[in-house]
């Protein structure tokens, strides 16, 4: 190989070099430029929003709103147990903004030596508060099972709908958790009672 030939490789590999790095460039630009892209497209299409169900868990969608910290709205909480078990909230009462997601967890416990089942049933007041509180989890969806002497923890997971009307300042949320199957009593055996009869 002369000098030529050596001359022209070297120009060869500078010019792929120079290449190689526009590209590496170019690469590194567009995967910076591809988060801000994507939060625009969500923007436009509505993709990546909370949803929420309704006040029955049936699958109801609320578009993700602004907090409105402008107003507070103050929450309290009711426990009513029908049945054999403790039930209560952590907290009585909290201050939030309409808008603000928000979390409540409710304690129970079954102090029985047998398994318990149990539902919970939300009720509200004022009554027109009902259609503007909104719970994206909670244990009254379903059926709750209580091991023998088993104590949990229950989350409420809530936003309240901005569209609150504005004189609605307190929203108390009550719980009636009652038992479902209570067991009951065995009649005594046929056997046993006509020996008592005969005797």
Same mark, same amino acid.
Not at 20 to 41: C, D, E, N, Q, R
Not at 80 to 93: C, H, L, T
Not at 165 to 190: H, M, R, W
């Given at each position: 190989?002369?000098?030529?030939?050596?001359?022209?490789?070297?120009?060869?590999?500078?010019?792929?070099?120079?290449? *190689?790095? &526009? $590209?590496? /460039?170019?690469?590194?630009?567009?995967?910076? !430029?591809? @988060?801000?892209?994507?939060?625009?497209?969500?923007?436009?299409?509505? *993709?990546? &929003? $909370?949803? /929420?169900?309704?006040?029955?868990?049936?699958? !109801?969608? @609320?578009?993700?709103?602004?907090?409105?910290?402008?107003?507070?709205?103050?929450?309290?909480?009711?426990?009513?147990?029908?049945?054999?078990?403790?039930?209560?909230?952590?907290?009585?009462?909290?201050?939030?903004?309409?808008?603000?997601?928000?979390?409540?967890?409710?304690?129970?416990?079954?102090?029985?030596?047998?398994?318990?089942?149990?539902?919970?049933?939300?009720?509200?007041?004022?009554?027109?508060?009902?259609?503007?509180?909104?719970?994206?989890?909670?244990?009254?969806?379903?059926?709750?099972?209580?091991?023998?002497?088993?104590?949990?923890?229950?989350?409420?997971?809530?936003?309240?709908?901005?569209?609150?009307?504005?004189?609605?300042?307190?929203?108390?949320?009550?719980?009636?958790?009652?038992?479902?199957?209570?067991?009951?009593?065995?009649?005594?055996?046929?056997?046993?009672?006509?020996?008592?009869?005969?005797?």
């Amino acid at each position: 190989m002369d000098a030529q030939d050596k001359a022209l490789e070297k120009r060869f590999n500078r010019g792929m070099m120079k290449r *190689l790095l &526009v $590209v590496v /460039t170019l690469m590194f630009g567009f995967g910076y !430029a591809l @988060v801000p892209l994507y939060k625009a497209i969500c923007d436009i299409t509505g *993709l990546n &929003v $909370v949803t /929420t169900r309704d006040l029955y868990g049936a699958g !109801a969608a @609320v578009k993700n709103t602004q907090v409105d910290t402008t107003r507070t709205i103050t929450v309290e909480f009711d426990s009513n147990a029908r049945g054999p078990f403790a039930f209560r909230p952590v907290k009585r009462s909290m201050e939030v903004h309409p808008g603000e997601l928000t979390t409540i967890v409710y304690e129970v416990a079954n102090g029985q030596s047998r398994d318990i089942s149990a539902q919970a049933i939300p009720s509200y007041a004022p009554k027109q508060a009902t259609e503007y509180f909104k719970k994206v989890e909670c244990f009254c969806f379903k059926q709750q099972t209580l091991k023998a002497n088993e104590a949990r923890d229950m989350p409420v997971v809530f936003v309240i709908d901005p569209k609150l009307p504005k004189d609605v300042k307190n929203i108390t949320l009550s719980y009636t958790f009652f038992e479902i199957g209570t067991p009951v009593a065995q009649a005594p055996e046929a056997g046993v009672t006509a020996t008592r009869q005969g005797g």
